[in-house]
Nanobody, 125 residues
Framework: QVQLMESGGGSVQAGGSLRLSCAASGYTYSSAYMAWFRQAPGKEREGVASIYTGGGITYYADSVKGRFTISQDNAKNTVYLQMNSLNPEDTAMYYC??????????????????WGQGTQVNVSS
């Protein structure tokens, strides 16, 4: 059973930084397609960033390009999301997602079979 555990959320002021972590366990394959999504109250869950752990290929939503960085530590089975220059529009619950198979569209939530419980990020102005 694949399990994803997010951590690192919290409250920061605009312009601040946070680093989210997603620790994965329970799968034996050597690589996976991992992603971060977020969902603000009353809004759809949206893809933020994605990484293929087998090659390090990354994708980002336009809204976070240049501010967020997704990375991996394969030895720890952990994926990170470094978030800089945060603004109030980044306030949301952030979720980690995983797929064994290459998603046709990395930002579509249906492409991922496994999800964490989420970690809350609050950015105040």
């Amino acid at each position: 059973q694949v399990q994803l555990m997010e951590s690192g959320g919290g409250s920061v002021q605009a312009g601040g930084s946070l680093r989210l972590s997603c620790a994965a366990s329970g799968y034996t394959y050597s690589s996976a397609y991992m992603a971060w999504f977020r969902q603000a109250p009353g809004k759809e869950r949206e893809g933020v960033a994605s990484i293929y752990t087998g090659g390090g290929i990354t994708y980002y939503a336009d809204s976070v390009k240049g501010r967020f960085t997704i990375s991996q530590d394969n030895a720890k089975n952990t994926v990170y999301l470094q978030m800089n220059s945060l603004n109030p529009e980044d306030t949301a619950m952030y979720y980690c997602a995983a797929s064994r198979f290459r998603p046709s569209s990395w930002y579509r939530r249906y492409a991922y079979a496994y999800w964490g419980q989420g970690t809350q990020v609050n950015v105040s102005s």
